[in-house]
């Protein structure tokens, strides 16, 4: 907390808002965070894919199957976690439910084979976010939380679309509309799901009519295509992921209509200052 204020100070000076996203990647994590215990999840199944450790990706294991009483503690963890970003100056926080993480593990059809409450039924997979959310709304405004959904992630991070998996985020995202959130935030899909009878290939289009309050959008837009949504009416806000690392100003190169800097692959996933805070300003208002 102590770290985060000086950022959170620093951006506030500058007249600007911060979030923070809070995540538990669940299966996606490895012993190696753990001391040797097994990551937790839904169920106990691999997703066979990638974890990042402090010594490079490695294999995901099978994870352990969350107890109702991990399920209790973690809803409480988050509730700390958003008490602990208000204490430390953050405007908001989003809950990362989203690219295969442990909500997102929860929401999926084979990645969930529970037999409780927190598994079979579309209501029962999206139980845990729904306490999750309910929990930190009692220590932070729920005008400043917002969620991340990737309704049409296929293929990747251990999830696999069914016939149930987009009436699972129609369900989650009408049920928002009970809620008076800061946002709901998606992304398009990460793959060409063009062949995928379960996908939907234009998220925000299909999600925009579903919820009255604020959408954001994300994945491989540029200033072009994000005004063109926005134009649409089919979101509110664009969400920049690669453009925004390799252009620290890059609203004001859009305002500005300046040359925008390629982003170094390589540097993605590394520590160290190198890819992540010099990139060059081509704004001098800024620096
Ligand atoms: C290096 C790197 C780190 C990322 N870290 C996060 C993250 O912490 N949380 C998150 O929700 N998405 C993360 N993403 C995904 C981006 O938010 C975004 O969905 C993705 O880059 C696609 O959008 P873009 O085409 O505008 O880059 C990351 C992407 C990259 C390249």
């Known amino acids: 907390m102590e770290g985060w204020k000086k950022v959170t100070k620093r951006v506030h000076d500058k007249g600007g808002k911060i979030f923070i996203q809070l995540w538990h990647v669940g299966r996606m994590s490895h012993p190696d965070f753990h001391h040797g215990e097994l990551p937790v999840s839904a169920s106990a199944i691999n997703p066979n894919s990638k974890s990042f450790t402090p010594e490079g990706f490695k294999d995901t294991v099978t994870p352990k199957e969350m107890t109702i009483a991990d399920i209790k503690r973690t809803v ?3 509730k700390n976690a958003a008490a602990n970003a208000v204490k430390a100056g953050f405007d908001g926080v989003e809950i990362h439910s989203s690219n295969g993480y442990l909500f997102h593990q929860f929401f999926n059809g084979t990645s969930n084979i529970r037999t409780d409450e927190y598994g ?45 998996t987009i009436p699972t985020f129609e369900y989650l995202i009408k049920k928002l509309n009970d809620y008076d959130l800061a946002y709901v935030h998606l992304s398009e899909p990460f793959t060409d799901v063009s062949e995928n009878p379960f996908a939907v290939t234009e998220i925000a289009k299909h999600f925009r009519p579903l919820y009255n309050g604020t959408l954001m959008i994300n994945t491989a837009f540029d200033q072009n295509k994000g005004n063109k949504v926005l134009e649409a009416g089919d979101a509110d806000l664009i969400a920049y992921g690669k453009l925004f690392i390799s252009n620290p100003d ?20 590394t520590t160290g200052a190198k890819g992540y805070t010099d990139y060059p300003m081509a704004s001098k208002s800024l620096k």
């Open 250 to 269: 890059l609203v004001a190169r859009f305002e500005n209509h300046l040359e925008l800097a390629d982003w170094d692959q390589d540097t993605f996933y």
């Open 120 to 164: 079979g039924s579309i209501e029962n997979r999206t139980r845990f976010f729904f306490e999750v959310l309910d929990a930190m709304k009692e220590v932070i405004p729920q005008e400043k939380i917002g969620v991340r959904f990737n309704p049409s992630l296929d293929g990747l991070f251990g999830i696999t679309m069914d016939k149930d």
């Open 76 to 78: 409480s963890d988050f």
